[in-house]
Nanobody, 125 residues
Framework: QVHLTESGGGLVQAGGSLRLSCVGSGFTFSDYAMGWFRQTPGKEREFVSAISRSGSGTYYADSVKGRFTISRENAENTVFLQMDNLTPEDTADYYC??????????????????WGQGAQVIVSS
């Protein structure tokens, strides 16, 4: 059974940093692309970042480009999201997800099959 577990969320002041982690189990982690999405109340879940199976390809939403960095450590079944220079607009629940299909539209949440339970990030001004 596939499980994704996020950690590392919390409260931070604007301009600060957080690092989210997501550990996967129940599947061969290195076989699948991984993504991060975020959601605020009343809004749709939006793409934040994604990384290819090997880690050679990384993708970012324009709103986080240059501030967030995605990486993965396949030996540890873990994907990371380093978030720097955070702003109150980054406040959301952050979800990691895995896409099992071979060709993934990284920006499209419908291409992801399994999701974690979410990690809350609050950025105060």
């Amino acid at each position: 059974q596939v499980h994704l577990t996020e950690s590392g969320g919390g409260l931070v002041q604007a301009g600060g940093s957080l690092r989210l982690s997501c550990v996967g189990s129940g599947f061969t982690f290195s076989d699948y692309a991984m993504g991060w999405f975020r959601q605020t109340p009343g809004k749709e879940r939006e793409f934040v970042s994604a990384i290819s199976r090997s880690g050679s390809g990384t993708y970012y939403a324009d709103s986080v480009k240059g501030r967030f960095t995605i990486s993965r450590e396949n030996a540890e079944n873990t994907v990371f999201l380093q978030m720097d220079n955070l702003t109150p607009e980054d406040t959301a629940d952050y979800y990691c997800a895995t896409a099992t299909k071979f060709r993934v539209k990284y920006y499209d949440r419908s291409d992801y099959d399994y999701w974690g339970q979410g990690a809350q990030v609050i950025v105060s001004s």
